[in-house]
């Protein structure tokens, strides 16, 4: 084997099969690597001991393989990938769960729903993009002093305090078989938009100042992409690593939807 079994009690060799790619326009490969783990490993420290060590099972040597990471501690959302068949952060995959025996095998692959970047890298710009038409923010001009805030009921602030939680890490995304792979931007604005971002649009339509674009919003969500697209899956719910209710937000949203449209029918505006 490429790395050598260590002998400490806690400590085992796994295999590490993962699925390279050079770049975006270069074909797939696996590679796999043997790699020594300890007791409270996650898939972020395996990714860094191959980096350190980028020598395969036949004892070839290839490149450190590429992947996003930033807090280490399931806040930021960059690490996603795909571990064993199921999307997730790689910060938090203990390997005790994956692969508690020595021998165990651990697959490594890269989201489908975006483009590769390279290796366990991809782009999540549509995402983002999507935030952006959705005017997924509070619209505060200025940065002199505005007073107190508006007031807000323990029930709405404890309901807003999960959605907040989101950090856009695209698990739902991955999940969810409404949302597919698009590498054409100008498809973005007709593509579904995902749950990600219909949760955080009910999150700003919430806000008593950011609901002043509670009809930007919701005339969005009511076009193509929007939430009339989602299939009712639960996909979303299922994978999100914050326990989002998506579901609910999904079901509020169309509720909105449903009756901003009615009242656009009636108003003429």
């Given amino acids: 084997m490429a790395a050598e079994a260590s002998t400490g009690m806690n400590e085992r060799v796994i295999r590490v099969r993962l699925k390279r790619q050079d770049g975006p326009d270069a074909r797939p490969r696996w590679e796999s690597f043997d790699v020594p783990v300890g007791t409270g490993s996650n898939v972020t420290s395996v990714l860094q001991w191959i980096c350190a060590h980028p020598v395969t099972v036949e004892g070839k040597n290839t490149t450190p393989p590429v992947y996003d990471s930033g807090c280490l501690e399931e806040v930021c959302g960059s690490c996603t990938m795909v571990v064993n068949g199921r999307v997730r952060q790689a910060c938090s995959a203990l390997i005790d769960h994956y692969c508690p025996k020595d021998g165990d095998e651990l697959t490594l692959e890269p989201m489908t729903k975006f483009p590769?970047?390279?290796?366990?890298?991809?782009?999540?710009?549509?995402?983002?993009?999507?935030?952006e038409r959705m005017r997924a923010w509070v619209p505060v001009d200025g940065t002199y002093d505005l007073g107190a805030g508006p007031e807000e009921t323990p029930e709405a602030q404890q309901t807003r305090y999960v959605l907040s939680t989101c950090m856009s890490c695209g698990c739902c995304l991955e999940a969810c078989p409404q949302y597919t792979l698009e590498t054409?931007?100008?498809?973005?604005?007709?593509?579904?938009?995902?749950?990600?971002?219909?949760?955080?649009?009910?999150?700003?339509?919430?806000?008593?100042t950011g609901s002043s674009l509670k009809k930007v919003r919701l005339t969005e969500l009511s076009g193509p992409g929007g939430v009339s697209d989602c299939g009712n899956a639960q996909n979303c719910v299922n994978v999100c690593p914050k326990e989002i209710p998506l579901t609910e937000s999904i079901a509020a949203i169309g509720r909105q939807v449903t009756a901003h449209n009615i009242r656009q029918f009636f108003s003429g505006d």
């Fill in 116 to 131: 590769v970047v390279r290796d366990l890298s991809v782009d999540r710009s549509r995402l983002f993009s999507n935030l």
């Fill in 184 to 208: 054409d931007e100008e498809a973005w604005d007709r593509a579904f938009v995902g749950a990600a971002v219909i949760s955080q649009a009910r999150y700003f339509n919430m806000h008593e």
